[in-house]
C-alpha cells in the first residue's frame, strides 16, 4: 500500500505560479513512475505530466509544456509540479498518482492516487 499526500494547491491570478507536492509513503518499493493529473468539473481526469523514477525522464502533455516542470526527491519519496505562467484553463484538482507498470499515460494504468488538490486560476 502506498498513501500519497498533497499540498501546495490554492488560488491564483493569471501568469502566476504555484508549486505543487506530493509525499509518497508506506509501501514504495515498486514505484516505476510517479505524475500529474487534472480533472476540471464535468471533464475527463487528464494527463499532465510523469517522470520516471529510475531514469528521470519526464513527459508532459502539450497544453503544459514549456510551463510546468516536474521533479522528485528520491530520498523523500517526493514528487513536485512546478506550474509557472498559469492560466485559467489549468483551473482543476490535480491528482498525483504512482505507476507500478503499464503506460504512463493512462490514468488507468496508475495505481495509487492522492486525494486531489484545488488549483484555481483566476483571469
Known amino acids: 500500500q502506498v498513501q500519497l499526500v498533497e499540498s501546495g494547491g490554492g488560488l491564483v491570478q493569471a501568469g502566476g505560479s504555484l508549486r505543487l507536492s506530493c509525499a509518497a509513503s508506506?509501501?514504495?518499493?515498486?514505484?516505476?513512475?510517479m505524475g500529474w493529473f487534472r480533472q476540471a468539473p464535468g471533464k475527463e481526469r487528464e494527463f499532465v505530466a510523469t517522470?520516471?523514477?529510475?531514469?528521470?525522464?519526464?513527459y508532459y502533455a502539450d497544453s503544459v509544456k514549456g510551463r510546468f516542470t516536474i521533479s522528485r526527491d528520491n530520498a523523500k519519496n517526493t514528487l513536485y509540479l512546478q506550474m509557472n505562467s498559469l492560466k485559467p484553463e489549468d483551473t482543476a484538482v490535480y491528482y498525483c498518482a504512482v505507476l507500478t507498470a503499464g503506460n504512463y499515460y493512462y490514468a488507468d494504468s496508475y495505481d495509487y492516487w492522492g486525494q486531489g488538490t484545488q488549483v484555481t486560476v483566476s483571469s
Open positions: 517522470i520516471f523514477w529510475t531514469a528521470s525522464s519526464s
Open positions: 508506506g509501501r514504495t518499493f515498486s514505484t516505476y513512475a
